[in-house]
């Protein structure tokens, strides 16, 4: 199949992160096994969803070092959006391709699947790799359960693509994602006896309140990269719920907050504002109220921020392939952290414009899927 009916197959799985992403899977494994590839599936803790890792191997026969081709299944609700088509189903109109995760990024997976053919009969002295995903768009949960796999196997790589929607042009970096689950317990009274209680709603609102004041220390203060189009740490609240009647003094409220750092700022530096705050002033104000009065902060899923090596070789190359010598930088996060964690250089060049990405009518342009043809198969003559 060519790289439009490969995304119009993958548009019609709803792999929605609350979904399983299976049948997608295992649609493209069974692919790859009439090609004569064995893909491995590496299934999540609860076995409904999987990762799937292939090996186009050289020449020779070797499975190590050569470039991986990554991209995540799952995509992102359609709840509550006005679209002009169904979601699931690929709808051409005015050259563009129309469906949820045609941009983000089924449209990377197709072209990388429709072309294993033209790659398995180029001469390659090194493997290609395919890396699909699951629930990358709910904290990269999925990824990290696939790179443990091939870290404890001794797997290698000497570089990655991550196909995120870029309009194929290289990005270098982009910020880390740190979300946090924050549970305010304080005692339940009447409302009309308002000191006999430990309102846990407003007590939740002077953290949220210290957070925003440490988000607008990094807007005023910095550090700053201007390369980016947010050129410093942001921190947000973006979830609340609390309290159960109107006239009733909560004892619980919980509340989710996420920051994304530059790199070089670490996940617990920033983390340490917060707890600082919690434990310093709010928890000993609260426990003047209620003595068993807690704040418990999970710590949520997460992805390192990425910052390329221009001296890399992977850089080089897709720098050359693309004639695109720009300095890109990006607010929003991908896998690629993961995999320059595991030692895996590794640069974010995709199909698809990032504005597209989330909205109803999400597309992704013809002429940008046959851009990324065009790169990967000169990724594959590279080798």
């Known amino acids: ?122 001469p390659r002295k090194k493997p290609i790799h395919l890396a699909l995903s699951y629930d990358e768009e709910v904290g990269c949960a999925g990824a990290p359960v696939m790179l443990r796999a091939l870290k404890a196997r001794g797997q290698q790589a000497d570089g990655c693509v991550v196909g995120e929607p870029t309009s194929m042009q290289v990005v270098v970096a982009h910020k880390g994602i740190n979300l946090y689950r924050c549970k305010v317990h304080g005692k339940a009274a009447h409302s009309s006896l308002t000191p006999k209680g430990c309102n846990a709603i407003e007590y939740a609102a002077r953290l949220i309140c210290h957070i925003r004041d440490v988000a607008d220390q990094f807007k005023a203060n910095g550090p700053y990269d201007e390369f980016y189009d947010v050129p410093f740490t942001t921190m947000t609240t973006n979830q609340i719920s609390g309290g159960i009647a109107v006239n009733t003094i909560p004892e619980l409220c919980e509340f989710n907050y996420e920051f994304r750092n530059l790199p070089g700022m670490t996940a617990e530096s920033i983390q340490a504002k917060v707890q600082s705050y919690v434990t310093g002033e709010l928890l000993p104000r609260m426990r003047r109220e209620f003595a068993d009065a807690r704040i418990d902060i999970e710590t949520g899923p997460a992805a390192p921020a990425l910052e390329a090596s221009e001296q890399a070789a992977i850089t080089a190359l897709v720098r050359a392939l693309t004639a695109d010598q720009a300095t890109r930088k990006v607010a929003y996060g991908t896998e690629a952290g993961l995999f320059q964690n595991l030692g895996i250089p590794t640069v974010v060049c995709g199909p698809g414009n990032i504005e597209q990405a989330h909205k109803p009518n999400e597309f992704v342009e013809i002429s940008q899927l046959e851009a990324c043809e065009r790169f990967l198969r000169k990724l594959g003559q590279s080798l």
């Open 1 to 122: 199949m060519n790289t439009r009916s490969w995304l119009e197959k993958l548009v019609a799985f709803d792999t929605t992160s609350r979904n399983s992403n299976l049948a997608l899977i295992e649609t493209v494994r069974d692919a790859l096994a009439l090609q004569g590839l064995k893909a491995e599936l590496i299934h999540s803790p609860e076995g409904d969803k999987a990762n799937l890792f292939a090996t186009l191997p050289a020449d020779d026969g070797s499975t190590q070092g050569g470039i991986v081709l990554s991209g995540h299944t799952d995509v992102v609700p359609v709840d509550g959006q006005n679209w002009d088509s169904d979601p699931f189903s690929l709808t051409e109109k005015e050259g563009r391709l129309y469906g949820r995760g045609s941009a983000d990024m089924k449209g990377f997976i197709a072209a990388s699947v429709a072309l294993v053919p033209e790659f398995l009969a180029m």
